[in-house]
């Protein structure tokens, strides 16, 4: 079936989270970053998360969405076949163990594109108190899946960074090992549950040459080696994170972090920067593409 843009403005949830130091630092060990502030609960300033477990608790309502995805027409198999392609994260502030936290789904753009129907979605994570976390603009095609009614893309999606070109080479190439059971470890810390990422039976059937590592974690990664090589370790800097989701990643393997360079830019917050990087699989395919991780000073 084709999915309708007249789905545009519909909102899923909110879903409510209670935050604990047990999902936080399983979180960050699943990534192996083992930095103390993720850690160390004797520390006078107690502990974070990292920044990417926004995507924590984002997944349920997404999920929660997709359950009901027969309201606009969309069948199961359509879902199944549907891929997160874009991310755009805007860290507020880091999540800390006792957030309540709660986190709603609004569908923003639909339109047709080469590969199939693009959907775009804000997600919006806030405090008790209504105070923002985190919002991201996540991307999602519907491969082979058409678009009926006129296109809606979002107007009010953030601008992609101005990539602009590349350097002749990287300012850095960071190996990063993946574990044969990494996709395994970070389903359950994360608890973020999709069977091609532990069930080689379900991966198969999806068409899949393997289980593969979830794109988020992945992503994670690459922004824990970021963070390391030009923030001197210290999550609170990550501002906003920005990537194109495109290969693969199968385990076990080693994925390569690049990255480009470091340029000043600005935002409402004052002077920052932004470190451009992509990931490499084991094939030399790009895992993550146009990837950004804009700091604060």
Known sequence: MPVPTDMVGETIGPISHDVDERWTMAYSASLGDTHDCYFDTLSDDGVVAHPMFAVCPEWPVIVAG??????????????????????????????????????SVTYTGVEQRKPGTFQTMRIDTVDADGNPVATTYQGGMFLNVETVGGNRPDPDAPAEPDFGRLPAEPLAEIPVPVAHGAAHAYTECARIWNPIHTDAAVARKAGLPGIILHGTATLALGVSAVVDAVADGNPHSARRIV?????????????????????PTSSDGGATRAARFDVLNAEGGPAIDRGVVVLSD
């Open 66 to 103: 997709r359950d009901i995805s027969d309201r606009w027409g969309i069948t199961p198999d359509e879902v199944r076949r549907s891929v997160h392609a874009t991310h755009d994260l805007t860290v507020h502030r880091l999540v800390r163990p006792g957030d309540h936290l709660t986190t």
């Open 243 to 263: 990537c194109r989701f495109r290969a693969m990643v199968l385990m076990p393997s080693t994925i390569t972090v690049r990255i480009w360079d470091v340029v």
